[in-house]
């Protein structure tokens, strides 16, 4: 999900660039004034806008609140201008605030997971640990003595024993 985000984002800033050069240049070869302020609030969602994109993979909630900050600009501006095209970026980044929030949840998801298996495979080891060192405390404790000491057992065969063994066998 991360990921999506930062490919997504990355795209958006690109295009936002592009947008906010667009006026720059249209007023250099025509000559005629452009809005400051479409520039200026274009520059200003861009830069939100590539500290969140940064932000994404190692801090999710951060990304968030960046985000969100060039919604803001971008819907605010926009409102007060009356410019469209920075009303549809502020929306824009308000989808990818949503994304990230989603995007943080799965990372907050997944480092519960690894911590749960860290645990674990701590457990298994302590266990392990403590096996071996009981083990060698109850061999010690057995009484050492001759196999031939130990006491015959019968066990009944069924009635129809092959080769004609009789009913009992030692072991």
């Known amino acids: 999900m991360r990921i999506m985000v930062i490919i997504l984002s990355s795209f958006a800033a690109l295009v936002i660039i592009e947008h906010a050069a667009v006026p720059l240049r249209l007023t250099s070869l025509t000559g005629r004034g452009v809005r400051t302020a479409e520039v200026v609030s274009c520059l200003a969602l861009f830069a939100a806008w590539a500290v969140a994109t940064a932000l994404v993979y190692p801090a999710p909630t951060l990304a968030m609140w960046g985000f969100t900050l060039a919604s803001f600009i971008g819907l605010a501006v ?9 009303i549809v970026w502020g929306v824009i980044a308000g989808g990818l605030a949503v994304l990230t929030l989603l995007a943080q949840r799965e990372k907050r998801l997944a480092d519960q997971r690894d911590r749960q298996r860290e645990q674990q495979e701590i457990a298994v080891y302590l266990a392990m640990r403590s096996l071996q060192e009981t083990v060698p405390e109850l061999l010690a404790r057995v009484p050492a003595g001759d196999p031939g000491d130990a006491p015959a057992v019968i066990a009944p065969m069924p009635t129809s024993a092959p080769n004609g063994l009789a009913r009992g066998v030692r072991c």
Do not use: R
Not at 78 to 86: A, E, F, M, P, T
């Open 78 to 86: 926009g409102i007060s201008l009356g410019l469209q095209v920075l």
